[in-house]
């Protein structure tokens, strides 16, 4: 059964502040340790990465940079930090895990109004497999309300912050052999490497999907969309998305036509065993 995950993330203050003061970014960072047997080279890593590697005090000191306040970091003291969900809460309150042996990624890629939600529902609805939505619209109402806001900003902290939950939900479905449909802007290549990062690390399929829409589809869907809708689309909805510069398999969608006509159009695509009936 299609299930989603987006509730059960928890936030914290102090991770947000940072990435408010640019001490976190969303799509890398850059760390360094110190061990016993000499410097470790320096690498640039995806965030959610960093969250999953294995710091051990006694024999290393990392730190995010010289302007941070953290001396000393733990995989736990990093999980503490951004309030990532852990596992058993997260599939306690699913209460399942998946069966698929090669599991896939499918990115939902567009400004908003473009279409991409109603895609990515109808592909979890009519999966035959565990096929886990995670919106990026949810993390962020999330996160707004943990940190006690009237209402989203769409600043690049802000989306930084979502977009670091996201992944590492991304990734925790994976392990577990989910399929995942991850719904959100996803402009540019470099902007979704923690999502090709986590379908790296666990073997999975990939595909993008950028959507499309006519200006006469858009207008009428701008003029009848919630004020929180509209507003998101005067932040985003001019940016431009080249498929060219996708390194992973994508598909461009107009989603001008109904979406399980769409699907019909993508399905062998998706590879995820879809009920078109």
């Not at 599939?91 to 990115?107: D, F, H, R, S, Y």
């Not at 009237?150 to 925790?172: C, D, G, M, Y």
């Not at 006519?214 to 701008?222: D, F, N, V, W």
């Amino acid at each position: 059964m299609p299930q989603m995950i987006f509730s059960t993330v928890r936030t914290t203050r102090s991770v947000l502040e940072d990435a408010k003061k640019g001490r976190i970014d969303g799509e890398a960072i850059r760390f360094w340790g110190e061990r016993s047997g000499g410097w470790w080279s320096s690498e640039s890593y995806p965030l959610w990465r960093v969250y999953a590697a294995t710091f051990e005090a006694s024999k290393a000191t990392e730190r995010l940079s010289k302007s941070t306040t953290y001396r000393q970091i733990s995989r736990e003291e990093l999980e503490n930090a951004v309030g990532l969900p852990t596992a058993k809460d997260l599939w306690a309150k699913m209460g399942t895990t998946g069966n698929a042996i090669e599991p896939t990624l499918i990115i939902m890629a567009g400004p908003p109004l473009s279409g991409k939600t109603t895609l990515a529902k109808e592909i979890v609805r009519r999966a035959l497999e565990p096929t886990l939505l995670i919106e990026n619209d949810a993390v962020r109402e999330h996160i707004v309300s943990e940190m006690k806001l009237a209402a989203p900003k769409f600043t690049a902290a802000e989306h930084r912050e979502v977009f670091n939950v996201s992944w590492e939900l991304i990734r925790l479905a994976l392990s577990q052999h989910c399929n995942v449909v991850f719904d959100a802007t996803n402009r540019t290549d470099s902007g979704r490497a923690g999502a090709y990062a986590a379908a790296s690390e666990y073997n999975a399929r990939i595909l993008v999907i950028f959507m499309k829409v006519s200006p006469e589809i858009l207008s009428t869907r701008y003029h009848s969309a919630k004020l929180e809708r509209r507003k998101a689309y005067d932040k985003l909805g001019t940016e431009t998305y080249n498929t060219k510069n996708c390194s992973v398999p994508y598909k461009l969608v107009e989603s001008d036509r109904p979406a399980d006509v769409l699907l019909k159009g993508i399905a062998d695509a998706i590879r995820i065993p879809l009920n078109l009936v």
